[in-house]
């Protein structure tokens, strides 16, 4: 009983270990309009993992609105990336934005119009989150949402004005592994009797990775749906490779020989959404290409908005980079100094000291259609990095209900995209 007798002692002791209430940025003209806080949480062994967050109140009701946990994925990239590229309030100028002086736009769409949303740098060395000691960056896929439930936790300790409101966790890409694992949690904490109990209620999640079974063999079928493949070289790929295209037989030749065609048919395809040009491997895109702080951002900047020059969304991380790393805005955020050596949207060099123990979240779903939450899983159809196709089959494969109609949901009297809605047994 001792050693747990020594956590709960340490957990009743650390709660949030800075706090700071942001009412400008650099880049934003005049107050926000909006509650911003930012700060840090000491989680794991005598606190040596420093997490930062961005927390944003509801811009509707922030004492009845839900409060959500939001985890980019990667895993390394920063809660910022979400904040600014998909559901916070404000989004970056490109037409406006000119050297290295990136400037803001408020998003109409955010989704603080309707929740509290806690944006998490996670797992530590992403953004700005960071570690006391070497080994401190040692985490994974279990650990890290062990570290993300402690930080849970101790924030809502220090947060208990939101104690009460509806709790979601929600996340996409890599964090569809993450994201389950950290409801597993919360909700075993809850069922244990942990302190303070979180007022869970479901979890969200958009084109989420939930291992390569589903995710990464569904790619030939979408690139057959979406006119990428032919016919012919579909049917033989299925064929000849048995519906298995990632763990392949090298000695099954024509398999290989399937998949080196399909391989020539979609090289040159922008995987994380077909429509769009791939663009140059020396672009600012964190997963491809360090960010060299020397670099003359205002000439880069000035190439992107050439008239004659295609626009890639990927090389819009160009303007986070810039942003992120400005000493004004370090301070502004209330960044401790000297804690990170360089800021990246998504930081790749986690790789060597991140685990990949949970292959696969199946199991994780499946424990979790037991319990009374929601939850709503949504995909992007022209995503070929984690396909619909794929998504639907491990939906499938819980076995909510044998049978359910799709319905088109509208925005401003259009066809947005299609919903179907699943009973949990």
């Not at 880049?27 to 005598?46: A, H, R």
Request: glycine share 8%; hydrophobic share 35%; aromatic share 12%.
């Amino acid at each position: 009983m001792w050693p747990l007798a020594l956590v709960l002692v340490l957990l009743n002791c650390h709660i949030v270990a800075s706090v700071s209430i942001i009412n400008t940025l650099p880049g934003f003209s005049g107050n926000l309009p909006f509650k911003l806080e930012t700060g840090y949480v000491g989680v794991g062994d005598l606190d040596d993992v420093q997490l930062f967050y961005y927390f944003i109140e509801s811009e509707r009701s922030p004492k009845e609105d839900p409060l959500l946990l939001w985890l980019s994925g990667g895993p390394g990239c920063s809660g910022f990336s979400g904040l600014v590229y998909e559901i916070g309030p404000i989004m970056f100028n490109y037409a406006n934005s000119s050297g290295n002086k990136p400037t803001f736009l408020l998003n109409p769409y955010s989704w603080t119009k309707v929740a509290n949303i806690i944006f998490l740098d996670q797992p530590v060395g992403t953004g700005f989150s960071y570690a006391k000691s070497w080994q401190g960056y040692e985490t994974g896929d279990i650990s890290s949402a062990a570290h993300t439930y402690e930080f849970l936790r101790k924030w809502l300790k220090d947060h208990s004005q939101f104690l009460k409101n509806p709790l979601y966790i929600g996340g996409d890409s890599y964090s569809g592994i993450t994201v389950p694992i950290v409801v597993q949690e919360v909700s075993n904490g809850n069922e244990v009797g942990h302190e303070p109990p979180l007022n869970l209620k479901g979890y969200v999640l958009g084109n989420p990775f939930t291992g390569p079974t589903y995710d990464l063999n569904s790619r030939i079928k979408f690139a057959h749906r979406m006119a990428l493949i032919s016919d012919t070289l579909y049917e033989s790929t299925k064929i000849n490779c048995k519906g298995e295209y990632v763990q392949v037989d090298p000695s099954n030749a024509p398999c290989v020989e399937n998949l080196q065609e399909v391989t020539e048919c979609t090289q040159n395809i922008f995987y994380d959404q077909i429509l769009e040009p791939k663009c140059s491997t020396t672009s600012p895109n964190p997963k491809i290409f360090k960010w060299d702080q020397n670099f003359d951002g205002e000439n880069f900047l000035d190439v992107l908005h050439h008239p004659t020059k295609p626009q890639c969304r990927i090389y819009n991380s160009l303007f986070s980079n810039i942003w992120a790393n400005d000493k004004t805005v370090q301070n502004a955020l209330h960044v401790q100094e000297g804690t990170i050596k360089g800021w990246e949207r998504c930081n790749d060099s986690l790789s060597s000291n991140y685990a990949n123990d949970v292959s696969t979240c199946i199991d994780y779903h499946r424990n979790l259609t037991k319990k009374n939450l929601r939850a709503l899983v949504y995909s992007g159809d022209h995503d070929m990095v984690v396909p619909y196709v794929g998504t639907q089959e491990w939906i499938k494969s819980l076995n909510l209900s044998d049978d359910y109609q799709w319905r088109p949901w509208f925005v401003n009297g259009e066809v947005a995209g299609l919903v179907a809605t699943l009973n949990f047994s």
